[in-house]
Nanobody, 125 residues
């Protein structure tokens, strides 16, 4: 059974930092590209960042470039998202997702197979 569990969300002031983690089990983590998405109430899952199988290639939404860094530890089956210089507009539910293969660019949410429940990030002004 595949399990995807995010952690690390919370309440932070504007300009602060948070590091999200996503622990995956039940699949060969090395065979899956990974992505972070975020959703606000009433909205859709918007792609934030993604990373390929080995971690050598990454993609970021324009809104987070230069502030967020995605990384993965294949030995620990874990995905990370370091978020710096947070803004109130970053407030959302953040979820990670797994795609069975290499990625060369951003993928739509529906292309990902496995999803976690999400972790809430709230940035106060």
């Amino acid at each position: 059974q595949v399990q995807v569990v995010e952690s690390g969300g919370g309440l932070v002031e504007a300009g602060g930092s948070l590091k999200l983690s996503c622990r995956v089990s039940g699949l060969d983590f090395d065979d899956y590209s990974m992505g972070w998405f975020r959703q606000v109430p009433g909205g859709e899952d918007d792609g934030v960042s993604c990373i390929n199988l080995s971690g050598s290639r990454t993609w970021y939404a324009d809104s987070v470039k230069g502030r967020f860094t995605i990384s993965r530890d294949n030995a620990k089956n874990t995905l990370f998202l370091q978020m710096n210089s947070l803004k109130p507009t970053d407030t959302a539910m953040y979820s990670c997702a797994a795609y069975p293969g290499p990625v060369v660019s951003a993928l739509a949410a529906y292309e990902y197979n496995y999803w976690g429940q999400g972790t809430q990030v709230t940035v106060s002004s």
